[in-house]
């Protein structure tokens, strides 16, 4: 059953320092998303990306973060300079066609020391 | 502006026992519902989703959902729980436009005793 990926599993940072998320989608997939889920929060949504550009953002993705394509499969979250309140375990998606139900892959533990 | 509330942050039931998760949704026109479970150290698997038509959806592992327009609810039903069933569940909205964004609730914890 095709899946998405996220590496790595667990990333560990200092604070300020540039880190970047890599998913590789659902290879047939049109629609691309990150979310972030702060422990013991719920699940919030930062970006939405389709046809090369980015369709959707909520208020949390601001300046200090930014997503690309780079080729053909791979999908990346950069946080250019990390703060504490950035330690979250960021989700990546992907879906067919937007609202069809999205399938996440397993997720990045992302921790800012 | 768009809200989902799970109202039961922690459910025990025991195994064999049925099990109804709550959900209610605030939204000006009807939005796509769907329900996803986490388990632990996982991600975010998709149980059931609504879009239109029949108010009673089927999903995975045995899990259904019924929406309720006149409730503003979409609760997760499942007759008989297994102890593989534990997990945190969220339900979640996705607007009519664009690319779809999910909003989540805030999760419910099921815990399953012998």
């Known amino acids: 059953e095709p899946e998405v990926t996220q590496t790595p599993s667990h990333q560990v940072t200092q604070m300020g320092q540039e880190v970047i998320l890599r998913c590789v989608p659902i290879?047939?997939?049109?629609?691309f998303y990150w979310y972030r889920q702060i422990l013991g929060q719920k699940v919030e949504f930062l970006v939405s990306?389709?046809?090369?550009?980015?369709?959707?953002k909520s208020e949390i993705f601001d300046d200090q973060f930014s997503v690309e394509r780079p080729d053909g499969s791979n999908f990346t979250l950069k946080i250019r300079s990390t703060k504490l309140e950035d330690s979250a375990m960021y989700f990546c998606?992907?879906?067919?066609?937007?609202?069809?139900?999205?399938?996440f892959g397993q997720g990045t533990r992302l921790t800012v020391v | 502006a768009q809200s989902v509330t799970q109202p039961d942050i922690h459910i025990t039931v025991s195994e064999g026992a049925s099990l109804e998760l709550r959900c209610n949704y605030s939204?000006?026109?009807?939005?796509?519902l769907f329900w996803y479970v986490q388990s632990p150290g996982q991600g975010l698997q998709l149980l059931l989703k609504y879009f239109s038509g029949d108010t009673l959806v089927q999903g995975i592992k045995g899990f259904e959902a019924e929406f309720k327009r006149s409730q503003s609810s979409f609760n997760l039903r499942k007759p008989s729980v297994h102890w593989s069933d534990a997990a945190e569940y969220f339900c979640?909205?996705?607007?009519?436009?664009?690319?779809?964004?999910?909003?989540f609730g805030t999760g419910t914890r099921l815990t399953v005793i012998p």
């Open positions: 939204y000006g026109a009807t939005p796509y």
């Open positions: 990306f389709y046809n090369n550009e980015i369709s959707e």
């Open positions: 290879s047939n997939h049109l629609y």
């Open positions: 998606a992907s879906s067919v066609v937007g609202g069809l139900g999205a399938f």
């Open positions: 979640a909205v996705a607007l009519e436009t664009g690319a779809n964004n999910l909003f």
